[in-house]
């Protein structure tokens, strides 16, 4: 495949509507600038007639390219596609209904270019959307800014840039399209920036996100911490908080019954019997919990061992004949 200087990757859902102008505005961009360039437009299961003018597209212009999937599998796999077969030495994400101008990309291939970094990540400073959506964005935005220690202000900005070869050693999917930058990071990809993006209201159709995807985004945040930490050695986790609990439970149990043997031999009153105490009770399930957390250490670890990636690591450069 023939590289070119920018790729730009298009995920969509029901936009007919818009595609004409974006790959109009998107070709304007790219000529005044001289780029070579393509377009991958990732159908993901549209019900309306978007694939169609897809394909009318690039009837007219080859620099655009479709993929379509046969059902809706969410915005990372359309992503993940899209990043499978890009050639550009830049690749550039947008959305689909012109709330992302292309007028951006220059810019953004400049800092990729000539500042070295390895993600730029948009920020809409300035949002057209209601309060019922912009609250819950900062919130999510300062949670996603203190577990990751990546200080960007809007991590779901679709527009963002990245190097050739960041998109090739990661993989986006379920819907952790929200923290690109994070699993960028997780595998060495340190130089990531943010340029102040314009964000236009929607123009055609109706967003297809709504507020369950706030939730949805908490729990991918712990999922995608907690993979990127220990996908290669599960037993760092369950392990360690297997120990403290067995520990726990044992410290309790001996203490109730280090109790009751003194007591025993100073001839003092015995007082409760130790299954009656709560804290027998506190100490049993201390140390079966802690047993069950090293047992799954234990297995991740044998699954981790059989998996034919576990050595898989990015190589950024080499030296000499291999």
Known sequence: MKAVDISVVVPLLDEEESLPELASWI??????????????MVNDGSRDNSWKVIQELHQKNNNIKGISFQRNNGKSAALNTGFEHASGNVVITMDADLQDSPDEIPELYRMIMDEGYDLVSGWKKRRYDPITKTIPTKIYNAATRMASGIYLHDFNCGLKAYKNEVIKNIEVYGEMHRYIPVIAKWEGFTRIGEKVVQHRSRKYGYTKFGLERFVNGLLD??????????KKKPMHFFGLLGVISFFLGGGFSVWILSQKVYRSFMHLPIGREVTDQPLFYLALVLIIIGVQLFLAGFLGELISLNNPHRNDYSVKDKIGDF
């Open 27 to 40: 070709k304007k961009v790219m000529e005044e600038h001289q780029y070579t360039y393509e377009v991958i």
């Open 221 to 230: 945040l712990l999922s995608i911490m907690f993979v990127s930490r220990f």
